[in-house]
């Protein structure tokens, strides 16, 4: 039980254009997911948290416009970078808990490589 | 502020020895703790959590990790790593609002 599907796991993308990476939980319903960032070598950096049907709570310094998350269902949640550059370039990670529980879990992850 | 410390950047052992993982948190209440795995290119894997209890918790993959409450501290330990166990390994302590706090991590190498 509690899996987290995420898809693409690995993305290539012009500069400019936008990619759009879903995160899915398979088997519970995912009241709050969560967006990461991952830098190599480095630790998981918080995004962003999404509870469902709510606009998603922005870390400091994260660019809400430039990384659009959408939690429309409980089993859903999107994050879309827009007019993508090669900063942008990094692994992306998504992860969801259920209401009530203390336990987060997370996807295999999409690498976006922008070019 | 809630922090997460895992001194180790890299550890290497041998297989089929022991092995200790450290971590030290700073949270002003209760801490909820766990401990993720993740291979190269993966998400992470969930190996152990403390909420409440008996302080020595079991895991997946032969993993245990003790809670010390005077020492912030939430080892994780496996008393004989295979050459599988190589990965990455953080800490991470939970809030009240579910938002998750993770250490540095610690890359393990284990040599045959």
């Known amino acids: 039980g509690a899996v987290v599907s995420q898809h693409p796991s690995w993305v290539i993308c012009k500069s400019g254009t936008s990619v759009k990476i879903e995160c899915r939980s398979l088997?519970?319903?995912?009241?709050?997911m969560f967006w990461y960032r991952q830098f190599p070598k480095q630790s998981l950096m918080l995004m962003a948290t999404?509870?469902?049907?709510?606009?998603?709570?922005?870390e400091q310094g994260v660019e809400k416009d430039k990384f659009l998350i959408n939690h429309a269902s409980l089993t859903l949640s999107t994050l879309t970078v827009t007019s993508a550059h090669p900063e942008d370039s990094s692994f992306y990670i998504c992860?969801?808990?259920?209401?009530?529980?203390?336990?987060?879990?997370f996807g295999a992850g999409t690498r976006l490589s922008v070019l | 502020a809630q922090s997460v410390t895992q001194p180790d950047i890299h550890i290497t052992v041998s297989e089929g020895a022991s092995l200790e993982l450290r971590c030290n948190y700073s949270?002003?209440?209760?801490?909820?703790l766990f401990w993720y795995v993740q291979s190269p290119g993966q998400g992470l894997q969930l190996l152990l959590k403390?909420?409440?209890?008996?302080?020595l918790v079991q895991g997946i993959k032969g993993f245990e990790a003790e809670f010390k409450r005077s020492q912030s501290s939430f080892n994780l330990r496996k008393p004989s790593v295979h050459w599988s166990d190589a990965a990455e390994y953080f800490c991470?302590?939970?809030?009240?609002?579910?938002?998750?706090?993770f250490g540095t991590g610690t890359s393990l190498t284990v040599i045959p």
């Open positions: 992860s969801a808990s259920e209401l009530g529980q203390r336990i987060q879990y």
């Open positions: 088997d519970f319903q995912a009241t709050t």
């Open positions: 999404s509870n469902e049907g709510s606009k998603a709570t922005y």
């Open positions: 949270y002003g209440a209760t801490p909820y």
């Open positions: 403390y909420f409440s209890g008996d302080t």
């Open positions: 991470a302590v939970g809030d009240t609002g579910n938002q998750f706090y």
